[in-house]
């Protein structure tokens, strides 16, 4: 049974940095796509970016040059970096992995499986 277990999270002030992890068990890591989608309160879900198996990432316009995604392939474990956190950051964000080739950001319900979220609220 695949498991996706996330980390991190809380409150910072606009202009801080936070940084969410996710481990993944149950299943060979190296062979998904990982990806980390958020959701505001009252608004759709957003695909935040996503990364391939070989370590290609793809970032939403509005986090690109604030977040990084990164993988540990020995740690089954994702990362997302975000810095120059902003209000409209606020979200419950969630890992998620795709058997195979990773999916357009615009779909962020096309993943497999799912972590269980984690809050970022950022105050200004």
């Known amino acids: 049974q695949v498991q996706l277990v996330e980390s991190g999270g809380g409150s910072v002030q606009a202009g801080g940095s936070l940084r969410l992890s996710c481990a993944v068990f149950?299943?060979?890591?190296?062979?998904?796509?990982m990806g980390w989608v958020r959701q505001a309160a009252g608004k759709e879900r957003e695909g935040v970016g996503n990364?391939?198996?070989?370590?290609?990432?793809r970032y939403a316009d509005s986090v690109k040059g604030r977040f990084t995604i990164s993988r540990d392939n020995a740690k089954n474990t994702l990362y997302l970096q975000m810095n120059s956190l902003k209000s409209d950051d606020t979200a419950m964000y969630s890992c998620?992995?795709?058997?195979?080739?990773?999916?357009?950001?615009?779909?962020?319900?096309?993943?497999?499986?799912w972590g269980q979220g984690a809050q970022v609220t950022v105050s200004s």
């Open positions: 990364i391939d198996g070989i370590g290609r990432a």
């Open positions: 998620a992995a795709r058997i195979g080739l990773c999916p357009l950001l615009e779909t962020p319900g096309s993943y497999n499986y």
């Open positions: 149950g299943y060979d890591y190296g062979h998904f796509c």
